[in-house]
């Protein structure tokens, strides 16, 4: 077993599954989506694209876009939803967190491109 496989793949599943914890729920209700499960999808995805910066493969370029995207995203719902708060007060308002969830959301689409692709390349991988 290639314990670095491993590694890279608990951090691409992990990415995806807090990333659909977050968004999970009513998009306008603050209560469904919690903040610090926002920051833990931010870090974990930052994580596996460190992760993803080695592979110098076609597959791998596309890996890396796909986490690069849900980066981007959840940095632009992460500081959104500090400005809106902090600036404005809005941090709870059921707008502000529709928008922080809809970006989410996106970032939650690249995650699952990017684990269908692991998928993917795992299977064609021959012993």
């Not at 833990?40 to 930052?46: E, S, T």
């Not at 597959?59 to 986490?67: F, I, M, P, Y």
């Not at 995207?69 to 719902?77: E, I, K, N």
């Amino acid at each position: 077993m290639n314990s670095e496989k491993v590694v890279f793949a608990f951090f691409v599943l992990l990415a995806a599954a807090l990333n659909v914890g977050f968004v999970w729920g009513s998009i306008d209700d603050p209560g469904h989506h919690p903040a610090f499960e926002l920051f833990a999808a931010l870090v974990i995805n930052l994580i596996a694209t460190v992760l993803k910066l080695g592979d110098r493969s076609h597959l791998g370029s596309v890996l890396l876009a796909t986490s690069l995207v849900a980066d981007v995203l959840l940095v632009a719902a992460a500081v959104y939803w500090g400005i809106q708060s902090q600036v404005y007060g809005l941090g709870e308002a059921s707008a502000t967190i529709a928008k922080v969830v809809s970006l989410a959301a996106g970032a939650l689409f690249a995650n699952i491109a990017s684990t269908v692709l692991l998928v993917i390349e795992t299977a064609s991988v021959r012993r």
